[in-house]
């Protein structure tokens, strides 16, 4: 039984495309067939982590959206690009990273009730085990049906108090559209914090369970999404709590 997970963070920079690039190659090693659609259509990036150039996209979520192709002809296979042999496959559907078209779907918008089309689409006709979805920072129409039909939503959040209060609105809401599992995610956590002590005061707060408390690390900024943490750190601490994370979504 396929199933689609949501990656979801209430403001930009939680780290939220690493975040589900990482989990998608975590899945792909175990033999899964993923695939991951990047519907932050208005600032569009995680092509970058899997090192998928603008001249490789032949097709984008735009043009399907739009009705210029089916969106398995816009899922490009990036199993090649992230750097090692896995036994499963990843595919990516980006956004366009046109500024034409991005502009275009920011006047215009689109027809919401497409995406959950499409996600049904793609997840037959590939035969996915998995469907990513990395979404749109904040709630919009976009965000809440990605929720609504999910079947585990990860919420990623920093630990300061803006993203507390953000965190909060996004939390309520999967509780009322009934998400099957939601796992908290906290990331970029200070080195000389007590990850214990996160964890708790989170779970305390927001009555969720935490599914990972991941501490800053210099070696992913150095990366600086030139790759999957995963792939090029397989034994790094960070890799460890995503795998953690990853086996909790599986269950």
Request: charged content about 25%.
């Amino acid at each position: 039984m396929s199933k689609i997970i949501s990656v979801h963070s209430f403001r930009g920079g939680t780290g939220k495309s690493n975040t589900t690039a990482n989990i998608a190659a975590l899945l792909a090693a175990d033999g899964a067939r993923v695939a991951v659609v990047d519907t932050d259509i208005a600032s569009p990036g995680i092509h970058v982590l899997f090192n998928l150039d603008e001249s490789d996209m032949a097709h984008s979520l735009n043009d399907y959206l739009w009705g210029k192709c089916t969106i398995e002809e816009a899922a490009q296979d990036v199993t090649g690009h992230i750097g090692a042999e896995v036994s499963g496959q990843i595919f990516l559907i980006p956004s366009s990273i046109k500024a034409g078209e991005i502009a275009r779907i920011l006047r215009e918008g689109y027809d919401v009730g497409l995406l959950n089309d499409g996600f049904r689409d793609v997840i037959e006709k590939l035969k996915l085990d998995y469907l990513l979805i990395d979404t749109h920072p904040g709630l919009n129409e976009e965000t809440l049906l990605s929720i609504a039909i999910s079947d585990a939503l990860v919420i990623i959040m920093r630990p300061d108090q803006q993203d507390y209060q953000g965190t909060a609105v996004t939390v309520d809401v999967a509780k009322k559209l009934d998400v099957p599992k939601m796992l908290m995610l906290v990331n970029k956590v200070p080195a000389q914090w007590d990850v214990e002590e996160v964890r708790k005061r989170v779970e305390q707060t927001y009555d969720a369970k935490v599914g990972a408390v991941l501490l800053h690390s210099d070696e992913m900024m150095t990366l600086a999404s030139s790759g999957i943490f995963s792939i090029q750190y397989p034994d790094h601490a960070v890799t460890k709590g995503l795998r953690s994370l990853v086996d909790q979504l599986k269950s």
